[in-house]
Protein backbone atom coordinates (compact mmCIF):
# COMPACT_ATOMS: atom_id res chain seq x y z
CA UNK A 1 0.00 0.00 0.00
CA UNK A 2 3.22 1.87 -0.11
CA UNK A 3 2.41 2.87 -3.72
CA UNK A 4 -0.72 5.17 -2.75
CA UNK A 5 1.60 6.84 -0.15
CA UNK A 6 4.39 7.90 -2.28
CA UNK A 7 2.37 9.12 -4.71
CA UNK A 8 0.37 11.34 -2.47
CA UNK A 9 3.43 12.51 -1.01
CA UNK A 10 4.74 13.39 -4.67
CA UNK A 11 1.65 16.65 -4.35
CA UNK A 12 1.23 17.22 -0.40
CA UNK A 13 2.87 16.37 2.97
CA UNK A 14 1.54 13.83 5.70
CA UNK A 15 2.58 12.11 9.25
CA UNK A 16 2.50 8.83 10.35
CA UNK A 17 -1.42 9.34 11.51
CA UNK A 18 -2.87 10.79 8.00
CA UNK A 19 -0.78 8.11 6.42
CA UNK A 20 -2.30 5.49 8.64
CA UNK A 21 -5.97 6.88 8.19
CA UNK A 22 -5.52 7.41 4.78
CA UNK A 23 -4.60 3.62 4.35
CA UNK A 24 -7.44 2.34 6.32
CA UNK A 25 -9.94 4.19 4.27
CA UNK A 26 -8.77 1.83 1.35
CA UNK A 27 -9.59 -1.98 0.81
CA UNK A 28 -6.36 -3.61 -1.27
CA UNK A 29 -7.85 -5.98 -3.81
CA UNK A 30 -5.89 -8.82 -5.40
CA UNK A 31 -7.60 -8.97 -9.12
CA UNK A 32 -7.03 -12.20 -11.16
CA UNK A 33 -6.84 -11.09 -14.98
CA UNK A 34 -9.91 -10.53 -16.62
CA UNK A 35 -12.48 -10.19 -13.59
CA UNK A 36 -14.69 -7.60 -14.04
CA UNK A 37 -15.02 -4.74 -11.47
CA UNK A 38 -18.11 -2.51 -12.58
CA UNK A 39 -20.19 -3.89 -15.60
CA UNK A 40 -22.98 -2.20 -17.58
CA UNK A 41 -26.14 -1.05 -15.21
CA UNK A 42 -24.64 -1.16 -11.99
CA UNK A 43 -24.06 2.23 -10.13
CA UNK A 44 -20.62 2.89 -9.75
CA UNK A 45 -19.77 3.29 -6.24
CA UNK A 46 -15.97 2.95 -6.40
CA UNK A 47 -12.48 4.56 -7.08
CA UNK A 48 -9.58 2.31 -7.73
CA UNK A 49 -5.91 3.14 -7.48
CA UNK A 50 -3.90 0.79 -8.93
CA UNK A 51 -0.91 -0.67 -7.51
CA UNK A 52 0.45 -2.70 -9.97
CA UNK A 53 -0.99 -4.44 -13.18
CA UNK A 54 -3.76 -2.30 -15.75
CA UNK A 55 -6.97 -2.40 -15.66
CA UNK A 56 -9.45 -1.19 -18.45
CA UNK A 57 -12.70 0.90 -18.84
CA UNK A 58 -14.51 -0.21 -21.76
CA UNK A 59 -18.01 -0.36 -23.29
CA UNK A 60 -19.61 -3.00 -25.58
CA UNK A 61 -21.30 -1.21 -28.33
CA UNK A 62 -24.40 -1.53 -30.38
CA UNK A 63 -22.59 -4.55 -32.46
CA UNK A 64 -21.93 -6.63 -29.46
CA UNK A 65 -17.78 -5.63 -29.70
CA UNK A 66 -15.83 -4.28 -26.42
CA UNK A 67 -14.48 -0.89 -27.39
CA UNK A 68 -11.77 0.21 -24.62
CA UNK A 69 -12.17 3.86 -24.06
CA UNK A 70 -9.26 4.10 -22.02
CA UNK A 71 -6.19 1.96 -19.78
CA UNK A 72 -5.11 2.36 -16.27
CA UNK A 73 -1.27 1.34 -14.94
CA UNK A 74 0.73 1.67 -11.98
CA UNK A 75 -0.20 4.73 -10.14
CA UNK A 76 -3.64 5.80 -12.03
CA UNK A 77 -6.93 5.92 -11.33
CA UNK A 78 -9.86 4.40 -12.70
CA UNK A 79 -13.94 4.75 -12.38
CA UNK A 80 -16.74 6.00 -14.15
CA UNK A 81 -17.20 9.88 -12.85
CA UNK A 82 -20.16 10.36 -14.09
CA UNK A 83 -22.11 7.40 -12.58
CA UNK A 84 -20.54 8.08 -9.59
CA UNK A 85 -21.37 11.58 -9.06
CA UNK A 86 -25.21 10.82 -10.50
CA UNK A 87 -25.68 7.76 -9.17
CA UNK A 88 -27.12 6.54 -12.41
CA UNK A 89 -26.29 3.06 -13.88
CA UNK A 90 -22.78 3.08 -15.53
CA UNK A 91 -22.63 2.71 -19.55
CA UNK A 92 -19.31 1.33 -18.59
CA UNK A 93 -16.89 -1.67 -17.68
CA UNK A 94 -14.30 -1.58 -15.83
CA UNK A 95 -12.02 -4.97 -16.03
CA UNK A 96 -8.45 -6.38 -15.03
CA UNK A 97 -6.11 -6.77 -18.30
CA UNK A 98 -3.37 -8.47 -16.55
CA UNK A 99 -3.72 -9.95 -12.87
CA UNK A 100 -3.44 -6.33 -11.07
CA UNK A 101 -2.92 -5.37 -7.09
CA UNK A 102 -5.56 -2.37 -6.76
CA UNK A 103 -6.62 0.38 -3.64
CA UNK A 104 -10.52 0.23 -3.52
CA UNK A 105 -12.38 3.02 -1.92
CA UNK A 106 -15.63 3.57 -2.06
CA UNK A 107 -17.65 6.87 -2.46
CA UNK A 108 -19.17 6.84 0.94
CA UNK A 109 -15.02 6.16 2.68
CA UNK A 110 -14.13 8.88 0.01
CA UNK A 111 -16.77 11.23 1.23
CA UNK A 112 -15.37 10.60 4.79
CA UNK A 113 -11.65 11.05 4.67
CA UNK A 114 -12.13 14.25 2.37
CA UNK A 115 -14.08 15.66 5.35
CA UNK A 116 -11.55 14.35 8.15
CA UNK A 117 -8.49 14.85 6.10
CA UNK A 118 -9.39 18.41 3.58
CA UNK A 119 -5.17 18.52 2.55
CA UNK A 120 -6.23 15.20 0.73
CA UNK A 121 -8.67 17.43 -1.82
CA UNK A 122 -5.60 19.00 -3.06
CA UNK A 123 -4.22 15.67 -3.92
CA UNK A 124 -7.62 14.88 -5.72
CA UNK A 125 -7.64 18.04 -7.50
CA UNK A 126 -3.85 17.93 -8.86
CA UNK A 127 -4.93 14.22 -9.85
CA UNK A 128 -7.95 15.18 -12.03
CA UNK A 129 -6.33 18.16 -13.58
CA UNK A 130 -3.95 15.83 -14.66
CA UNK A 131 -6.67 13.54 -15.90
CA UNK A 132 -8.52 16.18 -17.71
CA UNK A 133 -5.42 17.60 -19.54
CA UNK A 134 -5.29 14.07 -21.02
CA UNK A 135 -8.24 14.12 -22.07
CA UNK A 136 -8.58 17.23 -23.91
CA UNK A 137 -5.41 16.19 -25.46
CA UNK A 138 -7.02 12.81 -26.14
CA UNK A 139 -10.29 14.17 -28.03
CA UNK A 140 -8.24 16.07 -29.97
CA UNK A 141 -6.40 13.30 -31.34
CA UNK A 142 -9.84 11.72 -32.14
CA UNK A 143 -10.39 14.32 -34.05
CA UNK A 144 -7.35 14.81 -36.00
CA UNK A 145 -5.31 12.12 -36.11
CA UNK A 146 -5.53 9.02 -38.28
CA UNK A 147 -5.67 5.64 -37.30
CA UNK A 148 -1.81 5.32 -38.07
CA UNK A 149 -1.16 8.58 -36.20
CA UNK A 150 -2.48 7.23 -33.24
CA UNK A 151 -0.97 3.97 -32.94
CA UNK A 152 2.83 5.77 -33.63
CA UNK A 153 1.66 8.28 -30.87
CA UNK A 154 0.35 6.20 -28.53
CA UNK A 155 3.82 3.51 -29.08
CA UNK A 156 5.83 6.76 -29.03
CA UNK A 157 4.79 7.64 -25.44
CA UNK A 158 3.35 4.36 -24.17
CA UNK A 159 6.15 1.44 -25.76
CA UNK A 160 6.09 -0.78 -22.89
CA UNK A 161 2.68 -0.36 -22.26
CA UNK A 162 1.82 -1.60 -26.13
CA UNK A 163 3.28 -4.73 -25.15
CA UNK A 164 0.99 -5.10 -21.98
CA UNK A 165 -2.59 -5.41 -24.14
CA UNK A 166 -4.01 -7.32 -26.36
CA UNK A 167 -4.07 -5.68 -30.36
CA UNK A 168 -7.67 -6.01 -30.07
CA UNK A 169 -8.19 -4.18 -26.91
CA UNK A 170 -5.12 -1.37 -29.03
CA UNK A 171 -7.06 -1.35 -32.02
CA UNK A 172 -10.30 -0.80 -30.26
CA UNK A 173 -8.65 2.09 -28.02
CA UNK A 174 -7.27 3.58 -31.06
CA UNK A 175 -10.13 3.06 -32.85
CA UNK A 176 -9.19 0.72 -35.73
CA UNK A 177 -9.76 -2.48 -36.99
CA UNK A 178 -7.07 -5.50 -35.50
CA UNK A 179 -6.53 -6.47 -39.08
CA UNK A 180 -4.50 -2.63 -40.00
CA UNK A 181 -3.13 -2.91 -36.23
CA UNK A 182 -1.52 -6.13 -37.41
CA UNK A 183 -0.81 -4.31 -40.63
CA UNK A 184 0.79 -1.71 -38.29
CA UNK A 185 3.38 -3.82 -36.21
CA UNK A 186 4.17 -6.09 -39.27
CA UNK A 187 5.45 -2.88 -40.72
CA UNK A 188 7.06 -1.75 -37.67
CA UNK A 189 9.00 -4.60 -37.00
CA UNK A 190 10.44 -4.82 -40.42
CA UNK A 191 12.65 -0.95 -39.58
CA UNK B 1 -18.72 39.02 -10.39
CA UNK B 2 -21.42 37.45 -7.87
CA UNK B 3 -21.78 34.59 -10.52
CA UNK B 4 -18.81 33.24 -9.55
CA UNK B 5 -19.33 33.31 -5.68
CA UNK B 6 -23.04 32.32 -5.70
CA UNK B 7 -21.10 29.32 -8.20
CA UNK B 8 -18.40 28.66 -5.62
CA UNK B 9 -21.03 28.60 -2.99
CA UNK B 10 -22.83 25.59 -4.40
CA UNK B 11 -19.77 23.67 -2.95
CA UNK B 12 -18.29 25.53 -0.29
CA UNK B 13 -19.53 27.69 2.40
CA UNK B 14 -17.44 31.36 2.54
CA UNK B 15 -17.37 34.24 4.88
CA UNK B 16 -16.96 37.93 3.53
CA UNK B 17 -13.49 38.14 3.80
CA UNK B 18 -13.01 34.87 1.83
CA UNK B 19 -15.03 36.36 -0.73
CA UNK B 20 -13.31 39.14 -1.19
CA UNK B 21 -10.14 37.92 -1.45
CA UNK B 22 -11.14 35.60 -4.12
CA UNK B 23 -12.49 38.51 -6.05
CA UNK B 24 -9.62 40.58 -5.67
CA UNK B 25 -7.77 37.05 -7.66
CA UNK B 26 -9.75 37.51 -10.55
CA UNK B 27 -9.64 39.86 -13.49
CA UNK B 28 -12.40 40.65 -14.89
CA UNK B 29 -12.91 41.10 -18.66
CA UNK B 30 -15.50 41.94 -21.55
CA UNK B 31 -14.56 40.21 -24.75
CA UNK B 32 -15.75 41.19 -27.69
CA UNK B 33 -17.13 38.66 -30.66
CA UNK B 34 -14.14 36.68 -32.21
CA UNK B 35 -12.00 37.86 -29.82
CA UNK B 36 -9.00 35.37 -29.33
CA UNK B 37 -8.01 34.95 -25.36
CA UNK B 38 -5.40 32.13 -26.00
CA UNK B 39 -3.68 30.85 -29.62
CA UNK B 40 -1.88 27.78 -30.64
CA UNK B 41 2.20 28.24 -29.70
CA UNK B 42 1.35 30.29 -26.67
CA UNK B 43 2.20 29.18 -23.37
CA UNK B 44 -1.56 28.99 -21.29
CA UNK B 45 -1.46 30.67 -18.56
CA UNK B 46 -5.31 31.36 -17.59
CA UNK B 47 -8.09 29.75 -16.49
CA UNK B 48 -11.46 31.38 -17.73
CA UNK B 49 -14.52 31.39 -15.84
CA UNK B 50 -17.78 32.98 -18.06
CA UNK B 51 -19.82 34.97 -16.53
CA UNK B 52 -22.21 35.65 -19.57
CA UNK B 53 -21.22 34.90 -23.16
CA UNK B 54 -19.94 31.48 -24.91
CA UNK B 55 -16.46 30.92 -25.60
CA UNK B 56 -15.07 27.98 -27.41
CA UNK B 57 -11.95 26.14 -27.54
CA UNK B 58 -10.43 25.10 -31.27
CA UNK B 59 -7.90 23.84 -32.93
CA UNK B 60 -6.89 24.24 -36.77
CA UNK B 61 -6.73 20.88 -38.53
CA UNK B 62 -4.07 19.89 -41.05
CA UNK B 63 -6.44 21.02 -43.74
CA UNK B 64 -6.24 24.66 -42.17
CA UNK B 65 -9.90 24.22 -40.97
CA UNK B 66 -11.31 25.35 -36.98
CA UNK B 67 -12.47 22.20 -35.48
CA UNK B 68 -14.14 23.21 -32.45
CA UNK B 69 -13.86 20.74 -29.70
CA UNK B 70 -15.24 22.56 -26.26
CA UNK B 71 -17.91 24.91 -25.83
CA UNK B 72 -18.37 26.72 -22.58
CA UNK B 73 -20.95 28.97 -21.44
CA UNK B 74 -22.24 30.37 -17.93
CA UNK B 75 -21.12 29.41 -15.06
CA UNK B 76 -18.29 26.65 -17.20
CA UNK B 77 -14.46 27.23 -16.79
CA UNK B 78 -12.06 26.73 -20.05
CA UNK B 79 -8.80 26.27 -20.31
CA UNK B 80 -5.94 24.46 -21.87
CA UNK B 81 -4.99 22.24 -18.96
CA UNK B 82 -2.06 20.66 -20.32
CA UNK B 83 -0.35 23.55 -21.76
CA UNK B 84 -1.18 25.50 -18.16
CA UNK B 85 0.71 22.01 -16.06
CA UNK B 86 3.35 21.55 -18.56
CA UNK B 87 4.10 25.15 -19.64
CA UNK B 88 4.60 23.66 -23.12
CA UNK B 89 2.95 25.89 -25.98
CA UNK B 90 -0.71 25.06 -26.49
CA UNK B 91 -1.82 23.26 -29.71
CA UNK B 92 -5.62 24.94 -28.51
CA UNK B 93 -7.38 28.55 -29.75
CA UNK B 94 -9.77 30.00 -27.02
CA UNK B 95 -12.06 32.51 -28.71
CA UNK B 96 -15.28 34.60 -27.51
CA UNK B 97 -18.28 33.17 -30.26
CA UNK B 98 -20.93 35.99 -28.74
CA UNK B 99 -19.82 38.76 -26.39
CA UNK B 100 -18.60 37.28 -23.41
CA UNK B 101 -18.02 38.75 -19.96
CA UNK B 102 -15.50 36.46 -18.63
CA UNK B 103 -13.33 36.09 -15.14
CA UNK B 104 -9.67 34.85 -15.76
CA UNK B 105 -7.17 33.85 -13.09
CA UNK B 106 -3.46 33.56 -14.47
CA UNK B 107 -1.55 30.33 -12.93
CA UNK B 108 0.84 32.41 -10.43
CA UNK B 109 -2.80 34.14 -8.74
CA UNK B 110 -4.22 30.61 -9.12
CA UNK B 111 -1.40 28.89 -7.26
CA UNK B 112 -1.80 31.75 -4.40
CA UNK B 113 -5.28 31.58 -4.12
CA UNK B 114 -5.31 27.83 -3.01
CA UNK B 115 -2.22 28.49 -0.49
CA UNK B 116 -4.19 31.27 1.00
CA UNK B 117 -7.32 29.42 1.15
CA UNK B 118 -7.18 25.61 0.65
CA UNK B 119 -10.80 25.28 1.22
CA UNK B 120 -10.75 26.55 -2.75
CA UNK B 121 -9.27 23.05 -3.72
CA UNK B 122 -12.53 21.48 -2.60
CA UNK B 123 -14.22 23.67 -5.09
CA UNK B 124 -11.88 23.12 -7.99
CA UNK B 125 -11.71 19.57 -6.95
CA UNK B 126 -15.14 19.35 -7.38
CA UNK B 127 -15.40 21.55 -10.76
CA UNK B 128 -12.97 18.96 -12.02
CA UNK B 129 -14.99 15.95 -11.52
CA UNK B 130 -17.51 17.30 -13.31
CA UNK B 131 -15.67 18.40 -16.32
CA UNK B 132 -13.55 15.27 -16.51
CA UNK B 133 -16.70 13.11 -15.93
CA UNK B 134 -18.53 14.95 -18.83
CA UNK B 135 -15.53 13.98 -21.15
CA UNK B 136 -15.36 10.48 -19.89
CA UNK B 137 -19.07 10.36 -21.75
CA UNK B 138 -17.64 12.67 -24.70
CA UNK B 139 -15.17 9.94 -25.72
CA UNK B 140 -17.84 7.71 -25.23
CA UNK B 141 -20.01 9.37 -27.75
CA UNK B 142 -16.99 10.54 -30.03
CA UNK B 143 -16.81 6.49 -30.77
CA UNK B 144 -20.25 5.19 -30.69
CA UNK B 145 -22.73 7.41 -31.98
CA UNK B 146 -23.54 8.69 -35.65
CA UNK B 147 -23.11 12.19 -36.96
CA UNK B 148 -27.08 12.17 -36.59
CA UNK B 149 -27.13 10.37 -32.85
CA UNK B 150 -24.89 13.11 -31.37
CA UNK B 151 -26.70 15.92 -33.06
CA UNK B 152 -30.06 14.67 -31.41
CA UNK B 153 -28.54 13.95 -28.39
CA UNK B 154 -26.50 17.45 -28.36
CA UNK B 155 -29.87 19.06 -29.32
CA UNK B 156 -31.52 17.30 -26.50
CA UNK B 157 -29.10 18.00 -23.65
CA UNK B 158 -28.79 21.61 -25.40
CA UNK B 159 -31.80 22.69 -26.96
CA UNK B 160 -30.85 26.54 -26.25
CA UNK B 161 -27.26 26.41 -26.76
CA UNK B 162 -27.39 24.93 -30.67
CA UNK B 163 -29.28 27.90 -31.43
CA UNK B 164 -26.37 29.96 -30.12
CA UNK B 165 -23.10 28.93 -32.10
CA UNK B 166 -22.81 29.05 -35.59
CA UNK B 167 -23.40 25.77 -37.72
CA UNK B 168 -20.10 25.27 -39.22
CA UNK B 169 -18.87 25.50 -35.15
CA UNK B 170 -21.74 22.87 -34.16
CA UNK B 171 -21.14 20.78 -37.01
CA UNK B 172 -17.33 20.71 -36.27
CA UNK B 173 -17.91 20.10 -32.47
CA UNK B 174 -19.91 16.73 -33.31
CA UNK B 175 -18.00 15.84 -36.31
CA UNK B 176 -19.78 16.34 -39.61
CA UNK B 177 -20.02 18.49 -42.13
CA UNK B 178 -21.81 21.33 -42.50
CA UNK B 179 -23.88 19.75 -45.69
CA UNK B 180 -24.85 16.95 -42.86
CA UNK B 181 -25.72 19.54 -40.31
CA UNK B 182 -27.93 21.81 -42.66
CA UNK B 183 -29.64 18.36 -43.82
CA UNK B 184 -30.17 17.82 -40.38
CA UNK B 185 -31.48 21.19 -39.16
CA UNK B 186 -34.02 20.79 -42.04
CA UNK B 187 -35.09 17.40 -41.36
CA UNK B 188 -35.71 18.49 -37.96
CA UNK B 189 -37.95 21.93 -38.99
CA UNK B 190 -40.20 20.03 -41.22
CA UNK B 191 -41.40 17.86 -38.38
Same mark, same amino acid.
Given at each position: ??????????????????????? &????? @??? +????? =? *?????????????????????????????????????????????????????????????? &????? @??? +????? =? *??????????????????????????????????????????????????????????????????????????????
Amino acid at each position: MEALLEHIAKSISLDATESDFIL &SCFKP @IQV +KKKTI =L *LEEGQICNTQYFIVKGCLRLYIINDKGAEQTLQFGIENWWITDHMSLQTQNPTHFYIQAVEH &SEVLA @IDQ +KTFDD =L *LRKLPKMERYFRLMLQKSYAASQMRIKYLYTQSAEERYRHFNHLQPEFVQRVTQYMLASYLDFSAEFMSKIRAGLERK
